[in-house]
């Protein structure tokens, strides 16, 4: 399943990052989001998901947490 099914307060574990886009796949790894690293949902906005990964938040864009698949 994606970041965009995930439960508001639930710990997932990211298992892949499914894109083809080199750019987005850096952003991500930058941010500490790649597989393996623990993410929570912290709060979801009109088309924002506020995500907590290694003790720090993220207001990231739905298209971008469709490629994060827990």
Known sequence: MTLNDAV?????VV??????????????FSLGCYSGEPITVVARKKKNLVVSIKDARYNIDIELAKAILI
């Not at 508001?8 to 997932?12: A, L, T, V």
């Open 15 to 28: 298992e892949e990052i499914a894109t083809n886009d080199d750019e987005m796949s850096a952003f991500l």
């Open 8 to 12: 508001e307060g639930k710990e997932y």
